[in-house]
């Protein structure tokens, strides 16, 4: 399989403090991919890594094959909004339209001004002193006119208000389904992921936790209620993600390799909202531990 971002092993810290640490995935290209995790969990630095802007302390990470600190001509080819959309405070969105246009390669800026005049963004005013959310949309406009094959977001749709948010996510899908663009998108939102992406990178504690199809994900995982588990082998379960317990009763999340056999559990679908929360819930209290090198 093609894939457009290969991290191995990949580590970045800040002073001692491991921000990444062992972090292995694969983005395969095409794919429209949600990086979900709790605030610190490392999605921002592993978004850096990609585009060049930090250069690994351990492992390697490789975008179209490339490590991106050393290789700047892979950066004609990413798109990178960064948390919190750095522009030029004083130029006016038609004036970074007119710039883009100058400094890349590839450039639709009649798709950035078209985009922006339909949003009715101001296109003389300083972006300085547009909303926030207004601010992201120029620079998701820009992201989008340099017509990247790998667009980086780092919480594209954090500022836009709930109508902004449906569209520039169905955009994003449209654009991306005509262009074979890849996007790896971190949000907190997981209601909007289910629906837009088809590709989920969960990172915990600076590891990737799960990753995959999210088809796949969602019909691997199951919810079971049943008889209080001690903890044996249950037939059909690969791994029991988290489990509750009362006296008599046991809700296990399971990630299943096969079909539930023992009739005294009963099982459940789960959305993937539901499936997120389950897995960062489990290891909310390990992840603060592992970073200060405590064991949990
Ligand atoms: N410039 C920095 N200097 C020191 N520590 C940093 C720096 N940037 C990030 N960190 C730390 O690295 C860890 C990962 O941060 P990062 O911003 O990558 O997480 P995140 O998953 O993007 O969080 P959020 O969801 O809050 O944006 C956190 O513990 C954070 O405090």
């Not at 094959?149 to 389904?177: I, K, N």
């Not at 199809?213 to 209080?228: F, K, S, T």
């Amino acid at each position: 399989m093609d894939h457009v971002l290969e991290a191995d092993g990949l580590g970045k810290r800040y002073g001692r403090r491991w921000a990444l640490r062992d972090c292995t995935l694969r983005l395969p290209a095409g794919r429209v991919a949600a990086l979900v995790g709790p605030n610190g969990a490392g999605k921002s630095t592993l978004l850096h890594l990609a585009v060049g802007l930090l250069r690994p302390d351990a492992g390697t990470v490789r975008v179209f094959g490339a490590a991106p600190y050393e290789n700047t001509a892979a950066l004609a080819d990413i798109g990178f909004v960064a948390q919190d959309t750095p522009l030029y405070r004083d130029f006016s969105a038609d004036e970074l339209v007119k710039l883009g246009g100058k400094v890349n390669r590839r450039w639709d800026g009649a798709l950035a001004r078209e985009r922006l005049a339909r949003l009715g963004i101001p296109p003389r005013k300083p972006v300085g002193k547009l909303s926030g959310g207004q601010r992201a949309q120029v620079a998701l406009a820009l992201a989008l006119a340099k017509q990247p094959r790998l667009l980086l977001l780092d919480e594209p749709v954090a500022s836009l208000d709930p109508l902004a948010r449906r569209e520039f996510l169905q955009t994003l899908m449209g654009g991306v389904a005509e262009s074979g663009t890849t996007v790896l998108l971190s949000s907190h939102i997981l209601a909007d992921l289910e629906r837009s992406c088809d590709f989920l990178v969960v990172l915990q504690a600076g590891q990737a936790r799960l990753t995959g199809q999210v088809d796949d994900i969602v019909a691997e995982h199951r919810q079971l209620v049943g008889p209080r588990h001690s903890g044996e082998p249950i037939d059909g379960v690969a791994t029991v993600v988290c489990a509750r317990h009362t006296d008599r009763q046991s809700t296990l999340l399971v990630r299943t390799d096969g079909p539930i056999g023992d009739p005294s559990w009963t099982v459940q679908e789960l959305s993937l909202e539901d499936l997120i929360l389950a897995y960062l819930a489990d290891t909310d209290a390990k992840a603060d531990h592992q970073a200060w090198g405590v064991p949990a």
